[in-house]
């Protein structure tokens, strides 16, 4: 066939799609100005599972006030937050759930809408070296739905995202020990806060993955605060490094920091001798 068949099939194609692509578009435009709520709603939910949130947002948007009051409402609410989870916009979201949990506290998403209030803040849960708001808002909400609904439907996702936001947290305290020692006497003992930290660290993640490498910057941090002291503290200091280590291989026998544990001790015990 000659290449100008091709060429009119092509446009006549792409005149066609032009013109479903208006009429849609006008057919919404219309939907918008129509004083039917009941036909937006509809609108509004196909929107939705067909995942074009914005436009079933505008659609939940617009006629909420329509419905204040009446039967709908808990829907339009619940659809309206759905669809900004969806949309990834979870601070959003998280409004809404939590004011569906208050104006429907027994409605017919109250316990998923619970639930989503922690998820929400646990989608917005940075990367550990950031501010840890978010994180502390979705333990916080976890707990919350798990007091509500002990044996809920989410109950086991609720447990095991708390378990993984309190390593979190854990693993954020250790970088700021970490952060301590690392500074060492620069403008003060900031040994002496490593140590503060981790110590604080353990006593509220007292199952962390990361304790055992907290209670080895603990001994690390009185060592190096011990080495570091004038002379009429360093042997006093070094004592506190020598329990220190007992202190620690009591509770690691099988550490990996053992090699290096026994080192420190070495030499406090050596310089207590003397």
């Known amino acids: 066939m000659p290449i100008q068949f091709f060429i009119m099939q092509k446009t006549i194609l792409y005149i066609l799609l032009s013109m479903l692509m208006l009429t849609a578009?006008?057919?919404?435009?219309?939907?918008?100005?129509?004083?039917?709520?009941?036909?937006?709603?509809?609108?509004?939910k196909k929107f939705y599972q067909d995942k074009k949130y914005i436009k079933a947002l505008t659609l939940l948007e617009n006629i909420a006030p329509n419905f204040k009051g009446t039967d709908k409402s808990e829907e339009v609410l619940y659809l309206t937050a759905k669809a900004n989870f969806d949309n990834k916009d979870y601070f959003t979201a998280s409004n809404y759930f939590t004011t569906y949990t208050k104006t429907f506290p027994r409605?017919?998403?109250?316990?998923?809408?619970?639930?989503?209030?922690g998820y929400c803040a646990y989608k917005d849960s940075p990367d550990e070296r950031l501010d840890q708001?978010?994180?502390?808002?979705?333990?916080?909400?976890?707990?919350?739905?798990l007091q509500l609904f002990p044996s809920g439907t989410f109950a086991a996702e609720?447990?095991?995202?708390?378990?993984?936001?309190?390593?979190?947290?854990a693993y954020k305290a250790y970088l700021n020990a970490m952060l301590y020692y690392d500074l060492g006497n620069y403008l003060g003992n900031n040994y002496l806060a490593a140590v503060i930290t981790a110590n604080n660290a353990i006593k509220d993640y007292p199952n962390s993955q990361y304790k055992e490498a907290l209670a080895f910057l603990i001994l690390k941090s009185k060592f190096k605060q011990a080495e570091l002291s004038i002379d009429s503290k360093k042997a006093e200091r070094y004592r506190q490094t020598i329990d220190e280590y007992y202190n620690f291989t009591s509770e690691f026998p099988e550490s990996k920091f053992n090699k290096e544990a026994q080192r420190i001790a070495t030499i406090a015990t050596n310089f207590v001798k003397e």
Do not use: H, Q, R
């Open 158 to 169: 609720a447990n095991k995202y708390n378990t993984e936001l309190n390593e979190k947290l």
């Open 25 to 44: 578009c006008n057919s919404y435009d219309k939907l918008l100005k129509s004083n039917d709520s009941t036909a937006k709603l509809e609108a509004a």
């Open 133 to 145: 708001s978010p994180t502390i808002e979705a333990i916080k909400a976890f707990d919350e739905y």
């Open 107 to 117: 409605g017919k998403y109250a316990e998923e809408c619970w639930y989503m209030v």
